[in-house]
Each structure stands twice: as structure tokens, then as C-alpha cells.
DNA sequence: GCCGAAGGTGAGCGAGCGCTTAGCGTGGCC
DNA sequence: GGCCACGCTAAGCGCTCGCTCACCTTCGGC
């Protein structure tokens, strides 16, 4: 997982699940395709062109354009969900768990920038069928969050008064890391990810009855 | 300034030095059209039709789709650096001018939802020339913020390791309110604003020798 | 009361879109 | 070795896009 894993235009990363090859070659083009130009400005020819096939044989593994994006964005939420539960139900204190939650979070949308914009921006490009399928996800990973910093609330490691704006603020932050990373940038997904940490520990007030900027 | 702007689908606003009225009404309609669907997908025949004409209207007034959109970020980004200049250049201490920065620059996103939508995400949409003219602007909002930040540094007010990560993460947090905020949701946007401008004091470590999550 | 500029319309252009269809090559199975 | 299912392509359909053009209306100046 954390192993050598994406940079620049490879990125290959969790998309073994699709099979066969040629779907998931397809996939991966349209996440590309999508990230740079939008979904709206990508053609289908643009998509199989990338994947080295004709326009026509992206019609043999998806039903659509928009399959495509939906598939990816399920995907993409379903990593997202998984690396915050992981955060979130590990041994720890608050402080060190919403550390970690934020310092992955953050990684896979510094590291993954290309997925993580396809994820996070194009979700109105969506029918209403798809869109409250991934909404309802996204509920999840709010409540994740949530969990966390109700946690530290209680145990009083945490001075937060309005919890869900605070959710919701954190949540906002990391996300849009998707928008304004650059890969050719002064910054790795790992010193972004540790900042960023350290930034929210503030927000929720750790570390104002206790030192907790450590590590 | 902080009159009853706009709330809703009006949010006529700062358009009035768009003449003539036509070219106006047609850049209200352009914004509404970008904003809702984005502006790959936004068709000239809805804008069109929005302001009431027929599709060869609107190349009486703008030479292509793009310039209506390149118009719009123009103003949309000198009304932003506005915003933040109030702010930044008032008297007061580096908390003081941190926090109404914020939650003006926040109400701003929030309130004009519409507009701070299509000027902070559909800047990719543009062609490279009007691309870069705008990222100048955007590079004056960044220096705006930064400033203010370090004077709080430098006064002592502040605890910040990294200004130049700090000051990304301050302006990102504000302007993906753009993304998330709600006109039918729970929260006004002075509401936001207020909870941002502590959110973001906590995070430059203000009221760490001083309390300062007053007012 | 005529005239030209300004601002508008209806029809339609070439291009490119998402997607379909007829047919081709190839490898596994009997 | 004949057969067929599968994966793929070349060609192209119907449609809508951004944008243009020929023409129409309105109105102030003389």
C-alpha cells in the first residue's frame, strides 16, 4: 500500500480489481483522459486512443461514457472510505488516529492526484442514479471523520465546538489537495500529508492541554 | 458592500460594470450556465436562451464561448484580490486582519456561490493566454495572504513552521467552500465565515500566548 | 422623412460528438 | 480440421455543437 506506487503518468495502482485487460487499459485511459480535460471535454475516440484500441471497443466493456465514470468513481470512493476506516478503527488516541486519517487521506490525494480529481470534481457529471449511489458513500467517509473527532471531543483531547463544520472543514481541506497539487511541485504527498496533520491537530485544538505537534 | 447581496439565483452583484445591459444579462446567464453544469457542457444556445435571445445574440457582444468565461474569471478573481486587500491593509493586529480576511474572503465564496464557482474551478477550461493573465491574479491573492501571515510571525502573534504551506492551506480551505457550500443547507455564510476565520487562527497557532478566539 | 449604425433574428454551415453495426481474425474444443 | 464464440475494427448514422451570414427592425441626427 505503501510501497512504490504512483508518480506521475502511471498511477496504475488499485485498479487490478477490473478485469479483463483491455477493461481495465480502458479504465485507466479514461481516468487520465478525464483528470485532464474534464469529463465533459473528453471524447470516447480520445479514451480508446489512449488505450491503443478503436472507438468502438470501449462499447464491448462499457455500456457507456458515463459507465466509465461511474465505475471509477465508485472505486475511487470505496479506496477513500477504506484508507480512513483504516485510520479510524486502529489502536490509539484520537490525536494519533485523526494524525494518521489525515496524513493518508491527504497521500492518496497528493499521490493519486490524477484519480483523486476524477473523484472528488467530477461527481455533477454524474446521473442521479450513480451521483446518489457515491453520495451515500460519501456520508460514509464524512461519518468516519466525524467519529474520530467526536472521540477526542469526549475524551477531552479535543476542544471543538461546532463538530460537524469542523468535519466538514477537514474533510474540505484534504480534498481539495487534489486541486492544487503538482507533481513537478516543491512538495511530496508525504511532507504535504505531515503538514496537513499537523494543521488539523490545530484546528480541533489538540495539543492545548497537552503537547501533541510531535512526531 | 455587505448590503443584502445575493442568495439565491439572483446574485446579480458586481456585474454592474458590464455594459451594455444586453452584454450583462448574457454574463449573468453564462455564469448561472457554467456554474450548474460546467462549462464543456454548457451549450451557447443555453446561454443564450437564459438571457432571453436567440444564439447569434450573444457573438454580437463576445467574439467566442470562451471569452464570456475568460471575462467572468477576470472580474470574478479582481473582485476576490479586492476582497483580501480590505482586509490585508486595514489597521489592526495580524489576528485581527487574518480573521476578517477570512470570513470575508469565505462569505464571498459561500454567498456568491454561483460566481466563485465557475472563477475558482473552470480556470482549467480557459486557453493557455487567458490562463496565464489569471494565474497572475491568483498569485496576488496567494502574496496577499502570505503577508498577513508572516506580519503575525514576525509580531510573535503566530506559531508557523511552513508559511508558504500554510498560506496554500488557508486559501484552500476558503475557496473550496465554493464546492461544498449549500444555499438550502443548515449554515448561513456568516456562520461559515465566523467558524473559518477560528478554524484558521487556530491553525496559525494565534491565541497560543494570547487568547484569541474572542468575538 | 430619409439614412446609416447598432442590435437583433432564422436558417444553416462544417465539424465532431456518442454510439451502432457488419464483418474480420484468431484461439480453444470436439 | 471445421466451427463458433470472442475481441476487435472500419465505416458511418443521427445529432448537436460553436459559430456565421443574410436579412430585418428600431431609432437618433439632420
Not at 506521475?8 to 488499485?14: D, F, I, N, S
Not at 490525536?95 to 490525494?109: C, G, I, K, N, Y
Not at 474540505?172 to 503538514?195: H, K, M, Q
Request: some cysteine; hydrophobic content about 40%.
Amino acid at each position: 500500500m505503501s510501497t512504490a506506487e504512483e508518480t506521475a503518468g502511471g498511477e496504475a495502482q488499485a485498479w487490478g480489481e477490473v478485469t479483463p485487460d483491455a477493461a481495465r487499459r480502458l479504465l485507466i485511459a479514461a481516468v487520465e483522459a478525464f483528470a485532464e480535460r474534464g469529463y465533459h471535454a473528453t471524447t470516447t475516440r480520445d479514451i480508446a486512443g489512449r488505450a491503443g484500441m478503436s472507438p468502438a471497443a470501449l462499447y464491448i466493456h462499457y455500456k457507456t461514457k458515463e459507465e466509465l465514470l461511474h465505475r471509477i468513481s465508485r472505486i475511487g470512493h470505496e479506496k477513500a472510505l477504506e484508507i480512513l476506516r483504516t485510520a479510524s478503527r486502529r489502536e490509539g488516541s484520537p490525536t494519533e488516529r485523526l494524525a494518521d486519517a489525515v496524513s493518508s487521506f491527504v497521500r492518496w490525494h497528493a499521490g493519486g492526484r490524477t484519480t483523486a480529481r476524477v473523484v472528488q470534481y467530477e461527481l455533477d457529471s454524474l446521473g442521479p442514479d450513480a451521483r446518489a449511489e457515491i453520495l451515500a458513500l460519501r456520508r460514509q467517509v464524512d461519518a468516519e471523520v466525524r467519529g474520530i473527532i467526536e472521540d477526542g471531543v469526549r475524551s477531552g483531547e479535543f476542544e471543538v465546538i461546532d463538530v460537524h463544520g469542523t468535519t466538514l472543514a477537514v474533510l474540505s481541506l484534504c480534498i481539495d489537495v487534489a486541486r492544487w497539487f503538482n507533481v513537478d511541485g516543491p512538495r511530496t504527498p508525504e511532507e504535504v500529508g505531515a503538514l496537513y496533520a499537523d494543521l488539523v491537530l490545530r484546528m480541533v485544538g489538540a495539543g492545548a492541554s497537552a503537547a501533541a505537534s510531535q512526531k
